[in-house]
């Protein structure tokens, strides 16, 4: 039996609660300092080298890159409940968090980490198909889909609902997959990282062949922006993986 560290109980509902609340403070101050930082450095003064990396010259109106704030702190809120969910299912003995390194061995420590990448992918692909049935979409998703051409601050932007969905992978895959709280937070900071470089608005990928290369296989702003713009193609999360084994990949002749 795997043993909690917690230093409170949160089968006590107002310890639920405030540590939700604290978790949705760091959530969303982690999303405007990440956010804010990348959207105050390419877009207040964009570096002269970026200039040709840009996607699309022009950021949604004030309004809409208003409504993106708005209901990414919504979604903030939503991922705290999840964080706690995952201590409260670490304190039941449900949650297979482990805190001994040695538990499972280094290279399982590494390889962890792919693991949850991996199993994110195929359920962020499959989740994010099924909110494109119009039912859905109408519905749920048109809400991250508000702006053709998204700015940085729609990286967290979905209706709670899709939130939910996003929201509850982590506490589902725990459930199942031994992880150490350290993984946990990187991968974490990587999803993070990926859902902001998707929505900056800029090429993030060298030019050089090999960049040109990658960018067939990892998904970065010009993939995902091309989604925004043509729905019906590239729903992958990280890689192109599935888009290309189901045909749901939008090829381009060129890239940026
Ligand atoms: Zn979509
Ligand atoms: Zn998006």
Known sequence: MLTSYLPFTLLVPSNFLLAALVLTVVVAARYFLMVGLAWLALYRSTPGSWKSRQIYQHLPPRSIQLF??????????????SGVLIGLFWELGWAR???????????????????LAAVHEIYFYFTHRMLH???????FHAVHHKSLEPSPWASFSFHPVEALIQAAFLPLIVLAVPVH??????????????????HLGFEVLPRSAFGMYLQRWIITGTHHSDHHRFFKSNF??????????????RERKGRA
């Open 68 to 81: 993106e704030i708005r209901t990414s702190l919504i979604s903030s809120i939503i991922f705290g409940f």
């Open 97 to 115: 968090l482990y805190l001994d390194f040695e538990a499972f061995g280094w290279t399982y420590l590494f390889v962890s980490f792919f693991i």
């Open 133 to 139: 049935e119009p039912w859905a979409y109408r519905r």
């Open 181 to 198: 709280p350290v993984v946990l937070i990187a991968y974490l900071t990587v999803m993070t990282i990926s859902a902001i470089i998707n």
């Open 236 to 249: 992958g999360l990280y890689v192109t993986f599935l888009d290309r084994l189901l045909k749901t990949e």
